[in-house]
T-cell receptor, first 113, second 113 residues
Framework: AQSVTQPDIHITVSEGASLELRCNYS??????LFWYVQSPGQGLQLLLK??????LVQGIKGFEAEFKRSQSSFNLRKPSVHWSDAAEYFC???????????FGAGTILRVKS | DSGVTQTPKHLITATGQRVTLRCSPR?????VYWYQQSLDQGLQFLIQ???????AKGNILERFSAQQFPDLHSELNLSSLELGDSALYFC????????????FGPGTRLTVL
């Protein structure tokens, strides 16, 4: 079955430190891949997406993600985290012959000063 | 602000009741999607409408139904409510199909007592 795994439920990083949030997808064919962020009490906002081409994707707010086919992964990175980045991050996938976004369970990011 | 509006923001009701959630998509968007976010199930796709017609169905219960009107706004109807239906319900919209960026509304928090 199509699924998306975010292995880390919570991550805490210090302000100014680098960040990497992990995401893996199942089900052989390469899906379209997305990262969304949800701030408390807010809806989801798209950070970036990967459909094809360059495997390093730049997004908003200084985020980037790298697609690695060999590892079925699409990890989100940021070189220097700001306190305002504290939120929940969702990885999602859409398979070509599917018709729905499949979301991971989310990773809650805490930023300590 | 994504441009997607949802009303009401909060809804408190009793088991067995019926409620209607409303969504207005971004101007120009033809697709509307409904999602349920709960602690135990995570973020799950319920249903998609495109230009008034049902396009895709996810994990939507038979007690739930939706429609999209000629002005493209959508309503999600939840009936015979159970305690387990308490959740955040998000609406998203996109220009066209599922591969287009989905813009999420702020959500409706439903509490069933």
């Amino acid at each position: 079955a199509q699924s998306v795994t975010q292995p880390d439920i919570h991550i805490t990083v210090s302000e100014g430190a680098s960040l990497e949030l992990r995401c893996n997808y199942s089900y052989g064919a390469t899906p379209y891949l997305f990262w969304y962020v949800q701030s408390p009490g807010q809806g989801l906002q798209l950070l970036l997406k990967y459909f094809s081409g360059d495997t390093l994707v730049q997004g908003i707010k200084g985020f980037e993600a790298e697609f690695k086919r060999s590892q079925s992964s699409f990890n989100l990175r940021k070189p220097s985290v700001h306190w305002s980045d504290a939120a929940e991050y969702f990885c999602a996938a859409l398979w070509e012959y599917g018709n729905k976004l499949v979301f991971g369970a989310g990773t809650i990011l805490r930023v300590k000063s | 602000d994504s441009g997607v509006t949802q009303t009401p923001k909060h809804l408190i009701t009793a088991t067995g009741q019926r409620v209607t959630l409303r969504c207005s998509p971004r101007s120009g968007d033809l697709s509307v999607y409904w999602y349920q976010q709960s602690l135990d199930q995570g973020l799950q796709f319920l249903i998609q409408y495109y230009n008034g017609e049902e396009r895709a169905k996810g994990n939507i219960l038979e007690r739930f139904s939706a429609q999209q009107f000629p002005d493209l706004h959508s309503e999600l109807n939840l009936s015979s409510l159970e305690l387990g239906d308490s959740a955040l319900y998000f609406c998203a919209s996109s220009v066209g199909g599922t591969t287009d960026t989905q813009y999420f509304g702020p959500g409706t928090r439903l509490t069933v007592l």
